[in-house]
């Protein structure tokens, strides 16, 4: 028996040598999109059905809104959005040079806001920053993620990695117990998925409305009872880091629709 | 309010076609606190209504148990070529339309 195992585990090791222990091969990498039921499925297919395309449609009216003191929209500097903005939300979060440290796609909403139109920035899971970086994400739809990829971002990688690993809270799991160990299995009726941030912000029926990553990942914490991170925070921010990385060359669904 | 529909753009005359309208709305039941207990004010759409070439085909009455960003789908006859109006009324005086057209052959 320990033979065998021995025997098994030297297999995978042989496989897959840049992998660590628990981590998902990039070839087995799933999107939540496989995990769900037809009907489910059918909805996010569906530009007519997916309530997901409300809000881009509203973050399409947004995109050339005139707003801040600077009277500027993002059409201004960016043009059509959708041969500007394609591929971007794939590659983000993103290094800042100015900044020093990884920026997510609501974080540099914020940024240009604050710095080319001299408007106030909009407050996380507002209905207006959701309906933008939808709007954004969705022109990189059927895009491979590449984000993580700049040299720069390799610490906030780790970081972000170090945290998926961690166990915490009062049930005393880490991302990976689920995540990596467990996914295919089920939790209360409801299918462990891979946790692949593939099409965020995503509409949730359970939220009834569109959300980010960041809330995803504040309703898991919550759910093994640990103390969240703020929205923003750099923690989170290495998080969803790690999670784009970990997907890497899965295509971006945005706006994709979960159960 | 942002409003997806669906309709045929073609048909043949007496086809049974889907229609399907998706618009955005809270649906806020009024029967939630917030945190320091004061009621979240009901705020519904409270009904629907699809006009085919000014005649009414369709209408549903709307109620705080439907999910946010009610979808609705039924069918009905294709009859003649022209306008498929759709409108919603709710709560707070909100109301919200939008129209598609189809081609009769």
Known sequence: MIFWRAIAAATLLAAAPALLAGEIAPEARRSGYSFMGPDTRAMQDDDTSNPGMLFVLDGEALWTKKTGSADKACADCHGDARSSMKGVAARYPAFDKALARPVTLDQRINLCRANHQQASALPYESRDLLALSAFIAHQSRGVAITAGDEPELKPFVAQGRDLFMQREGQLNLACTNCHDDNFNKRLAGAPITQGQPTGYPLYRLEWQTLGSLERRLRGCMTGVRAQAYDYGSPELVALELYLMSRARGLPVETPAVRP | ?105
């Open chain 2, 1 to 105: 309010m942002a409003a997806l529909i669906n309709v045929p753009a073609k048909a043949k005359r007496g086809d049974i076609i889907e229609i399907r309208a998706l618009t955005s709305h809270i649906m806020e039941t009024g029967f939630r606190h917030t945190v320091d207990g004061a009621l979240v004010p009901r705020d519904i759409i409270t009904s629907f209504t699809c006009r085919y070439n000014a005649t009414e085909i369709f209408r549903a009455d709307l109620f705080p148990a439907i999910a946010a960003n009610p979808y609705l789908s039924f069918f009905t006859i294709a009859k003649e070529s022209g306008k498929l109006e759709f409108e919603w009324i709710g709560d707070n005086g909100y109301s919200s339309s939008a129209s598609a057209s189809i081609t009769v052959e």
